[in-house]
T-cell receptor
Framework: GQQLNQSPQSMFIQEGEDVSMNCTSS?????WLWYKQDPGEGPVLLIA?????ELTSNGRLTAQFGITRKDSFLNISASIPSDVGIYFC??????????????FGKGTKLSVKP | NAGVMQNPRHLVRRRGQEARLRCSPM?????VYWYRQLPEEGLKFMVY????????ESGMPKERFSAEFPKEGPSILRIQQVVRGDSAAYFC????????????FGSGTRLTVV
């Protein structure tokens, strides 16, 4: 079945640092989504990408949809303590016979450097 | 404007009992997706429903699991004769259309089987 490889699995951040994470797939998607999940909550949509090569920003977050449609990255600039959480990439097919369900990566856990 | 409402937030069941998880979609949304999240994992698609119809149940275990979305009332995910391996967080998401623009997740139901 389709799988997404998300890296890194975890990382520690210091306030003010930039953070980068990415997702690769063996399959092509025509939508990439990035979600953040806080403990005990559901995922919250951060950025949605609909076209290969698209670069989209949402405040301090920037994400890109890879040209091959098989990868995406998310950058967080000047991190702050509330950025802590788990970030998930998700790929979606929205054409043909696809029902629009999402394939999720395993997540990147952001923690504060001790 | 309430978001996706799931209840209960936490559910404890003994092995062999039945678990019923409820999901009320956002107002105006007629498409509901159910996902399961095991600890330290991403979300995995289970089933996609529209009012009174199951559209895609390719992610549902073949036995003990069922889902419905009646004309009136919430969508229900039902797990019969629960086993320890069913312990997970179950998330519901709703969308105004099939797979449009990534959808809104509820806060989930955490099922613990003892």
């Amino acid at each position: 079945g389709q799988q997404l490889n998300q890296s890194p699995q975890s990382m520690f951040i210091q306030e003010g640092e930039d953070v980068s994470m990415n997702c690769t797939s063996s399959s092509i998607f025509n939508t990439w989504l990035w979600y953040k999940q806080d403990p005990g909550e559901g995922p919250v949509l951060l950025i949605a990408l609909y076209k290969a090569g698209e670069l989209t920003s949402n405040g301090r977050l920037t994400a890109q949809f890879g040209i091959t449609r098989k990868d995406s990255f998310l950058n967080i600039s000047a991190s702050i303590p509330s950025d802590v959480g788990i970030y998930f990439c998700a790929g979606q097919l929205t054409d043909g016979g696809s029902q629009g369900n999402l394939i999720f990566g395993k997540g990147t856990k952001l923690s504060v450097k001790p | 404007n309430a978001g996706v409402m799931q209840n209960p937030r936490h559910l404890v069941r003994r092995r062999g009992q039945e678990a019923r998880l409820r999901c009320s979609p956002m107002k105006g949304h007629s498409h509901v997706y159910w996902y399961r999240q095991l600890p330290e994992e991403g979300l995995k698609f289970m089933v996609y429903l529209q009012k009174e119809n199951i559209i895609d149940e390719s992610g549902m275990p073949k036995e003990r699991f069922s889902a419905e979305f009646p004309k009136e009332g919430p969508s229900i995910l039902r797990i019969q004769q629960v086993v320890r391996g069913d312990s997970a967080a179950y998330f519901c998401a709703s969308s105004p259309g099939r797979g449009l623009y990534g959808y809104t997740f509820g806060s989930g139901t955490r099922l613990t089987v003892v």
